[in-house]
């Protein structure tokens, strides 16, 4: 969409969730794992990997307001799209990935077991009893989370994905936000409703690519977003909360509504 009035230069994915019901030891072993490996990035046109806890890591953290979620501190995170993205987009120069899981003291608390260096899977022995560092970090996490859930006044799971796109049209810089987000839904929504549309695409004769390729190579944003509002407002939920703000050169924001722009 952006490509065809912007030179895109950077592609910044924000995102954040928690609060849902439930959570298990993979989710947290996945968050502990992602804080500890070499950080894919594309930074100043080259592909680079960042670390958490140093100061190549710590460069990039920032605080994101999330429309209707709220504002966070958010941080790097290892995600495909940081390796996929430069090899569709023309001319883009920085693609980064940073986010959260909710409450942020419950992401601070995973960072400070990670910290420690807690996380080995070589059993030690407790008394008598083998005991891999790792598995005794994860439970105990899992044993704060209601605690920090409540201490946070989290009720109900909640989530937003926000996409900042960067460049120049006409040789100012330009930047557009696109951002969904919900309160009563969080991580299983997020993940599970976007794959369900895609397999709905792939139904429809949509997408026709074959072979193991990432969203921008084979879907029609316009598409997704499309299906999405037919779906929501057939529920009788209203229309899709997705947002739309542009920043101009001296940081002015207009909200845009999307609906004309968008044929949704």
């Known amino acids: ?55 190549s890591g710590r460069l990039l953290e920032e605080v994101c307001d999330f429309p209707g979620v709220g504002s966070y501190p958010v941080y790097v ?38 910290r420690l260096g807690i996380t080995s899977q070589e059993p030690i022995n407790v008394g008598d009893t083998p005991v891999s560092p790792l598995d005794f970090a994860v439970q105990f996490i899992l044993s704060q989370r209601e605690v920090l859930l ?58 026709m690519q074959k072979g193991v390729l990432p969203p921008e190579a084979c879907i029609n944003p316009l598409e997704v977003l499309a299906l999405a509002q037919k779906v929501l407002k057939s529920t009788g939920k209203g229309d899709l909360p997705f947002v739309i703000e542009h920043y101009d050169e001296e940081g002015n924001k207009e909200v845009i509504d999307f609906k004309k722009v968008f044929s949704l």
């Open 150 to 207: 409540k201490k946070a006044g989290f009720t109900e799971p909640l989530g937003s994905l926000k996409i900042v796109v960067g460049g120049k049209n006409n040789g100012k810089k330009e930047k557009y936000s696109f951002s969904l987000g919900s309160r009563g839904q969080g991580m299983g929504e997020g993940t599970g409703i976007p794959a369900a549309i895609g397999a709905v695409l792939m139904g429809q004769k949509k997408i």
């Open 1 to 55: 969409f952006c490509e065809n009035f912007l030179q895109i230069e950077s592609v910044d994915i924000y995102h954040a969730h928690g609060g849902e019901s439930t959570e298990g030891a993979a989710v947290v072993k996945h968050r502990i794992h992602s804080m500890e490996m070499d950080i894919p990035v594309f930074l100043d046109g080259e592909f680079k990997e960042v670390k958490l806890f140093e100061e």
């Open 77 to 114: 995170y290892p995600h495909p799209e940081t390796i996929t993205l430069p090899k569709y987009l023309k001319g883009v120069k920085r693609v980064t990935n940073l986010g959260l899981v909710l409450p942020p003291e419950y992401s601070e608390l995973i960072k400070g077991v990670v």
